[in-house]
């Protein structure tokens, strides 16, 4: 039986704090110069264009963080240790998600409010875990129940004349109380 080397805890342990402190820093840079930059657009609004092109690109970026890095991001998520074992760089794919989820909130936060980020974050994920048998269906009921809500509260945010953000955030809530229902049933 091998004792640990306490020397080696200590300097993984100061190792794992300054990636904590370099991920917070440049995440807090990032979100920072995004909002910036939104605010800048949208109070001028032949720039609007530019904000949207800007949105393109960060979906671009995601998309392709995504389809790149799934798997990685996936097991790290999991279960880090083996994901460290397989040569998966744990902290730079947790670092790359953490920055990705603070330009995508940061962006839109400016467009759709708190209320609307944070639903759409949290509620078609919950809904599709009421439905899924497996991480395909999970992502892709997802992903669509997030969509279709969205352009149903732009619907009826318009065609109602209600808040944009309160009526996406009332269909995602609709969306996963009838899985719940779905779910109760099978």
């Known amino acids: 039986m091998s004792k640990s080397d306490p020397?080696?805890?200590?300097?993984?342990?100061?190792?794992?704090?300054?990636w904590v402190v370099t991920i917070f820093i440049v995440t807090i840079f990032i979100s920072g110069a995004i909002s910036l930059l939104s605010?800048?657009?949208m109070e001028n609004s032949s720039v609007f264009v530019a904000f949207l092109i800007l949105l393109a690109?960060?979906?671009i970026l995601v998309v392709v963080l995504w389809a790149t890095s799934f798997n990685q991001m996936m097991l790290s998520s999991v279960h880090q240790?083996?994901?460290?074992?397989?040569?998966?760089?744990?902290?730079?794919?947790?670092?790359?998600?953490?920055?990705?989820?603070?330009?995508?909130?940061?962006i839109t936060m400016s467009w759709v409010g708190l209320l609307a980020i944070n639903s759409l974050l949290v509620l078609p994920a919950a809904a599709a875990r009421n439905l899924s048998r497996n991480l395909h269906q999970y992502h892709l009921i997802s992903v669509l129940g997030?969509?279709?809500?969205?352009?149903?509260?732009?619907?009826?945010?318009?065609y109602l004349g209600a808040?944009?953000?309160?009526?996406?955030?009332v269909l995602l809530a609709?969306?996963?109380?009838?899985?719940?229902?779905?779910?109760?049933?099978?």
């Open 174 to 186: 609709l969306w996963f109380f009838l899985s719940l229902l779905f779910k109760a049933k099978h």
């Open 146 to 158: 997030g969509l279709v809500c969205g352009i149903g509260g732009l619907m009826v945010s318009y």
């Open 81 to 106: 240790a083996l994901a460290d074992s397989r040569g998966i760089k744990v902290v730079w794919k947790n670092f790359l998600f953490t920055a990705a989820i603070a330009a995508v909130v940061t």
């Open 163 to 169: 808040s944009t953000g309160a009526s996406i955030t």
């Open 7 to 18: 020397a080696a805890s200590k300097r993984e342990r100061n190792k794992t704090i300054r």
């Open 39 to 41: 605010d800048v657009i």
């Open 57 to 59: 690109i960060i979906l």
